[in-house]
């Protein structure tokens, strides 16, 4: 795949570091920023034939498969436009849109073009969240019941995420959007997300938006998802999933704790990682952050679905519902209630609720709980299914 | 001290572990139980002198100090009665009422009797909690931003926790009791609970209460407090405590992982501690089970602050405010929408609000955020106090 | 009981914190020291009736029922001489000797006057330790093949340590007494302890004796105990224990990671815990500091025993085995070569080797080993009993 | 590249699926197995045009770049031999040779014939190991006073492992040869092994070679690398390395604790991780297995090295020097001594030893140690440099 890099910040250069490494096949052969001097920059760190302050030239260069948004928000609709009008594949990073409203015309222009629109949520294709969707869908857990994500730092590296109208707004936009989405896909995705009751507030910086937030989506099923997100945690970048379901757990940490610690004096400083504070004392990096974060699988998915003319793991479509569910995020904390979350287009089940079904110990009594005594001994707790009295039962 | 203890089930067997353990000074010398045999099998096991079917027997008994609340928790308010009425100082397992209304009757009859009221919130007398609030106090973290409790579990042991109308709820009041009071000390219990959100649901069992619910707690002073319940959860006792400050983190295991992990193929089955649901495979036992609940240091507390006169770490007081947080969450779960605690005496601060303060970085400028790249240059992102435009700037 | 302390250092205040708190019965009724001003401190600060700068006069003082020493490794000698002369029974911090034929001194010392001896083994009393060597008894591991302990840490608090005249080494004699007893409980007090090998290096410190070393102990069952020592760690205080059975594993941390993390940008600092190096950045407290280094377990055994006229778990005799097994690691670090453990006074099991045995898997066949495949065939690696033979077979 | 793979076995597979994953540029274009339906079986998985059950078919395929050997040790040096002949480029699997004589021969070969010769030691390529090379190199933790390295597990997979004249030994020859090459990077490759002292036995197992082993390995700067190494470990497979320096600490974990914990009770079970025991309780299972173990970065740095006609970090002549340490631990484990590693092509520094270096407080004193004591002061240990007297001195 020959790729067109729009966007030169931080995030751009993660996925050129990505792209070109570990002998992959595809390469960006151009990359546009509005100042030229940032584009041409990048292409010489990354050996890159050309670069442009016309993201038009970018995206209509003739050798041109697949485009790579990776600029800021309010960036990304006018840009999936000329991808459109080009009929060039597109691929965008997160998050989708500011709002449902923008996510929903930028899926509507891939679809009408008839082009390829992958969404980058990075964080569904971490090795780890990989294996645990397939041990999830191998029933190890059960049906999930509960699915948190926290992804909480102190605070974006570049100057356009603290301004609201660029932004779209703060911590839940930036990283909420993260975690909406690895706890949709947790609990299924096509279970319809319901309803939306979500705190936040301006903590610590002197901004308007929002540097701390924790929200939870209510699905069809009766799951619940739940995010936390902050931009004024301290001690690095907070990156953890948990799940709980009828039958187990998952405990997943991506960043600050995957079994590599180090403790230096301080002798020979060096760059710790994204978003680390310290640089002495008790230090937890990662191996290789590019994998910790899910980009080589991301992209391998991306150009393996063009290729195969299939949709990759995650669609404009998942995006579309990530900004839904935040857009009802953001008026909750607003309005102080839960809020319905809108969804015009709701491709899943179309189901609002599901029958419960109760574990039966026998003919008259439900199965409250099973236990074994320190003695071996075990003891049955039971609810008559008529009376409703509940009685406690030893079993040898 | 000369304890009467009450009731003869699985607390307070725990507590005559602690009691009469590590040589220590205090001793339970009559345990009263409904059930005659039952409390004789625990005077047996535990060598005490006497024991009783009448609670006033075991209450009034000449050589008694102190009486220690170990029943039901419907059962809890006639208890304090009985001790008020024989003037005998009390503590009580927690939660201390059933309700608020429950709760502040309980503290006027140990306040207007003139004797000691000591409410048994062991997870805020844990090592780990201690040693948490004192490095609080000293600063280490900063002001507290928000302070979350957990506690899940496969659900209780006994039967009356499972009927609503003994035990005064489901998970909520059974777990939720401890994370509210572990949340308000983090974050000050001067600074006044003003409202909660919460979600509750019977996600598992064929049961009125809820098993699993999550609640937010707005203080005063704009931090957060947050518990998570559950009594749906696989995989043991999942005890954790995290709190963010302007300053720092604290992160707390108080009982799955610390520090002790084996490893068995099954071979010589044995207990392997309080909720445990596996005893092959890898398993996380706990060192002293009672040590890291905090029961010796809360006895410690309790007894101490009867001898030298003085109010212990968790009183009646502080059981009562717990109560009108958790009602409050109920009633959210049912209107969906925050609700305010109401607080008919309250103690602490009056102030409902706190001015906000930021960090300025010169005369004309607020810090958003100072961060070391990756090159060793200081980056800037500052917000001009007037204007409000948001610039970044570079210090080498 | 009512007990002299000998000595006013640093361990003296850590067993004199933890026997005046919790509410114990038992009270140090003097203290002595070389100096008299570090007496009146000591005395000062825990409340004591009488300090003396007269060893003879603390320890005959007509109230006293035993006598604690925290003195100098080259003083436990004198000490404990007193003590025999007095009839007074004795307890000692480890080492117990600087050498086995002063501890075998020290030995015949208490048994020829008829006192207690109790060995103040602090981490063969910590309450992971004896959690898991319940779970050893019970057969969780099933037979122990390796034990290994380790301490490391930037090195000791007081000058005379690092004196090897007056300490009887460096790290070896500081450190590994504590990790070969750890062993030796795990694999079995009445197995053999057959020959050591050790390295020793002082690869640090301007000093004679090691600041680093890493010793194996052959015991008769075949078993081998592992130490490593080192006064040259950076990060804090490293005590963990490993142990490898045929059964199982088990791993314990009991200092820098038992489920209490802390993250500070530095403010307010305070103590964090002993040998703690940093005081800033990613921190590791633990709750309890006493109880996690085992004191409170080990007194409480200490005094039980005495009542009882019991042994304690850990006794003179142990120290000297100990004292034993280190000399051979001394003598194999400047030989180069393993060394017999010399005890004289061997009082478990006489075999210096046992049987092995081998499963198998019928009557031709041993079993090698038997591993579940991704797709659920049971492959078994078999070998013949009488051609040697090894083949593969697959079960389903 | 185009590679032809020489076996079909567990890791035949394990590199076919690394080299074909993540859209990678390099082909297996055929495969050679002893037996010809194992060829096809790994022919038809992975979509190769060609299979066959002759060697020399397969190095001299005309397309083949670079042959992979994935073969039973005893088989790598007939067709390194081979590829020697042939003139093709030859990347071989761990460990290089049985003995050091084999592997000599092997790099002789290579560097006679003028072709690529690449050590496979995946475990110095994982990106946890990567970053810790990269930290040391910065200085973070000073100079390397001691590395370790284990690896240990239930046993491996196939039957030719446990027969001593295939594989050359046992855990030692299998496992150990990770392990020496971890610590000998850690500590600097130019350093020079001195000698090597090494226990084994067989502990468990009805086999002629050892199942457990620790070794310790001298360097001439007064390092000390050591391995622990079982095929007797209970609990799945444990990698684990630690290092020391004069200023700071690593440790990775690698396999058993990486971040990623989940509890299931049994419901659906699945494959979890290489030497994984169990399939219900708490699993620990990895993200992305070929990641954590090398694979990815190993390939790349290996065809990379190719293109670039420079060395790779891991050479034939890495895996001689590897073979040699391990000839001294097995003839160590005989003689009961330290044994001397031959090394007959030392190409690093030529010094058998290094001067210590002190840091000195003033012109008189060596410092010992500093530490900070909870009241804030500081305590300093120093050693006069011509009395050798030891004092202790405040500083506030």
């Known amino acids: 795949m020959n790729i067109a890099l729009l966007g030169s910040g931080f995030i751009a250069r993660f996925y050129a570091e990505t792209l070109h490494a570990q002998r992959r096949t ?3 052969i151009t990359v546009y920023s509005r100042t030229a001097a940032n584009a041409k920059r990048l292409a010489d760190d990354y050996d890159l034939a050309h670069h442009t302050d016309s993201m038009e030239a970018a995206i209509n260069h003739e050798k041109v498969d697949v485009v790579l948004i990776s600029l800021p928000n309010h960036l990304h609709e006018p840009a999936v436009r000329a991808c459109a009008k080009a009929k060039k594949h597109v691929i965008c990073t997160k998050p989708l849109g500011r709002t449902a409203a923008e996510a929903k015309r930028m899926l509507e222009m891939v679809e009408e073009a008839g082009i390829f629109g992958g969404y980058l949520e990075d964080l569904c294709y971490t090795p780890k969240f990989l294996k645990s969707m397939e041990s999830i869908r191998q029933g190890s857990i059960g049906k999930v019941l509960w699915a ?43 279970i319809k997300p319901l309803e939306v009751m979500c705190w936040a507030d301006t903590q610590v910086h002197p901004i308007e938006a929002e540097d701390h937030a924790i929200g939870l989506v209510k699905y069809a099923n009766g799951a619940i998802g ?24 998952i405990w997943v940490n991506s960043f600050l704790r995957t079994g590599f610690e180090m403790f230096t004096t301080g002798k020979g400083d060096g760059y710790v990682a994204e978003k680390a504070e310290v640089n002495k004392g008790w230090l937890f990096p990662v191996g290789d952050e590019a994998h910790e ?19 990759p793991l995650e669609t404009f479509y998942d995006g ?31 189901a609002d609720s599901y029958e419960k079904e109760f574990t ?37």
């Not at 739940?226 to 757990?249: K, Y």
């Not at 974060?293 to 949709?311: K, V, W």
């Open 26 to 28: 595809d390469r960006i």
């Open 293 to 311: 974060l899910g980009y080589p699988h991301m992209f391998t998915d991306m150009f393996d679905a063009i290729e195969q003319n299939r949709d």
């Open 320 to 350: 579309y519902i990530v900004n839904a569910i935040l857009d009802a995020a953001y008026k909750s904390a607003e309005t102080k209630k839960w809020e319905s979350v809108v969804l015009e287009a709701w491709r899943g089940d179309s």
């Open 360 to 396: 039966s110990y026998d003919d008259d009594h439900y199965l409250i709980k099973e236990e074994m005594l320190p003695n071996g001994d075990k003891k049955l707790i039971l609810k008559h299914k008529t009376t409703g009295e509940i009685v406690q039962k030893m079993k040898q």
């Open 148 to 190: 948190k994500s926290r992804e909480t730092h102190p605070g974006p590296h570049s100057d356009w995420f603290w301004d609201k109208e660029k932004s779209g707004g703060g911590a839940i936009i930036d990283l909420g959007c993260h975690c909406v989405e690895i706890s949709r896909n947790f609990i299924g995705k096509h």
């Open 226 to 249: 739940q995010f936390e997100v902050s931009w004024a945690f301290r001690g690095g970048m907070d990156l953890r999933d948990e799940v709980m379901g009828t039958e187990g757990t």
